[in-house]
């Protein structure tokens, strides 16, 4: 363990010093906090404006992050040959891969919690005034569960990035980081789209039974990324229970563990 500490240790300090990530950070951060501006774009779904922008581009700009990142930690080692002398050293290449995977995730997990209180805190200003009465004497919004609904799909939202940046990592193993960047984009798309074949690959919907095959697979074996989208339950006031939260955590940690023994399949055979 502490190879790999020591491996996501200098990863965690080399991602803070990529200027192209951090000019990500910094745009994010500067839509976010200029989110409530926006609200006066639709008079009367000012709630609903503030949580797309804000949960939006904590998802969005964590993806970036995470995907150019990711596809970068192995080949950058690669082609400064820095690899050869950390695997020289008492480092087996599962415990490297396990360390650039988790000083990864760690340096995106500290951006989407600078991008998360950023979006707290306007949120936490303008919220306020959604539970003024209207004419009728009842408040345009009832915010008994919305603070801790905001707070949990900011958690949510660590761990959709954390199987975007496991894609993003053993990618990069298997292909060039353009091309991995490219296929990640791709599942990270797809897989908002799981439950769209699902459906279609039901009987009931009349599609052919090689249709049906092919569309039954990539709804089995690409994450369902859209669990971690949790802004409905934030407009309508209902509370994102605890145990949706387990199952979902629960998921993202097995489909990770899949992706990095793959990736670890991979990199143990691939010449470095």
Excluded: C
């Excluded at 919220?127 to 009832?142: D, N, V």
């Amino acid at each position: 363990m502490r190879a790999v500490y020591r491996v996501a240790k200098a990863t965690y300090h080399e991602g803070w010093r990529r200027r192209f990530l951090n000019g990500i950070l910094v745009f994010a951060i500067l839509i976010i906090g200029s989110s409530w501006v926006f609200t006066y774009l639709q008079p009367g779904a000012e709630l609903k404006m503030l949580i797309d922008v804000g949960l939006g581009s904590i998802r969005f700009f964590g993806m970036l992050i995470a995907v150019f990142l990711g596809v970068r930690l192995i080949p950058d080692e690669i082609e400064k040959r820095t690899i050869y002398t950390l695997l020289s050293k008492p480092v087996s290449r599962g415990q490297f891969l396990a360390g650039k995977f988790f000083g990864g995730l760690a340096t995106v997990i500290s951006n989407v919690a600078l991008m998360g209180i950023t979006f707290y805190v306007v949120f936490a200003i303008k919220a306020p005034q959604f539970a003024i009465p209207t004419e009728e004497g009842a408040p345009q919004y009832s915010m008994e569960f919305m603070y801790a609904n905001v707070a949990k799909a900011i958690l949510m939202s660590f761990l959709e990035l954390a199987v975007v940046m496991g894609l993003a990592v053993v990618a990069s193993v298997v292909f060039s980081w353009i091309l991995a960047a490219i296929f990640t984009f791709f599942v990270y798309f797809v897989g908002q789209m799981s439950e769209f074949f699902g459906h279609l690959a039901d009987p009931e919907t009349g599609a052919s039974p090689a249709a049906r095959v092919i569309l039954g697979t990539i709804y089995r074996i690409m994450p369902h990324f859209e669990i971690f989208d949790v802004r409905e339950p934030i407009l309508t006031d209902v509370p994102i229970v605890w145990g949706y939260m387990g199952r979902t955590f629960g998921m993202a940690l097995i489909y990770i563990g899949i992706v990095l023994a793959l990736g670890y399949l991979f990199f143990n055979r691939r010449e470095v």
